[in-house]
């Protein structure tokens, strides 16, 4: 074979997948999904495990449950992978709830998401446009507002920035306990396209804003 040959089939190795391609859905382990499962059983969570299931172009859900009892009643989310859903309902039952009851004087009636999978890229990050999004594999979950027992709601959107500031430490409290327990969170204070959620996501990243 000839040098120019070798080079010519060298080039086509190195060739770039277009733009249009995504990568595969990051699977959980065997051993970690089944460890969550067994973490959410002990911690008395109700869920039903979910099967997995790829929808290409780099969207699946693997290793996922529906939750359907957490202790508190929770609206607007579906699939969510199991480590998610355990940062969630112990989020919700060890810090949303506590502070609602210690900051604003009422118990915790309901949580109020706005999604958890959707086949979508990252939104409001030029920069990220390109990358699949959290909810792209189920590992994200945006919650929109809190309602309590004595009839108040809480909305990220309405009270980010309250004039009451029992309102704004409650949801100051609940931002930063997330991201002790969330690998990505992200608020009002990150972008525009934030300003109605918090979006929770277990990625390991570190990032709160």
Known sequence: ?????????????????????????????????AQCLADLT??????RALPDKDYGTGCG????VQLT??????????AMRCGNARAFAAWVRNAV??????QLGSE???VEGMGTYACRNVVGSAANAGRRSGHAIANATDVGGFVLKDGRRVTVLRDWRSDDPAVRGFLKTVHDSACRRFGTVLSPDYNAAHANHLHLEDDRAGFCR
Do not use: K, N, W
């Open 108 to 110: 915790l009636a309901r």
């Open 69 to 78: 009892d957490i202790g508190v009643p929770v609206t607007g989310i579906t």
């Open 42 to 47: 002990r911690e008395g969570v109700a869920f």
């Open 1 to 33: 074979m000839t040098i120019t040959a070798l080079l010519a089939l060298a080039a086509c190795g190195r060739h770039e997948a277009p733009s249009s391609a995504r990568p595969e859905p990051q699977r959980p382990s065997v051993r970690e999904t």
């Open 61 to 64: 859900v693997y290793g996922a």
């Open 97 to 102: 709830a506590p502070a609602a009851y210690q």
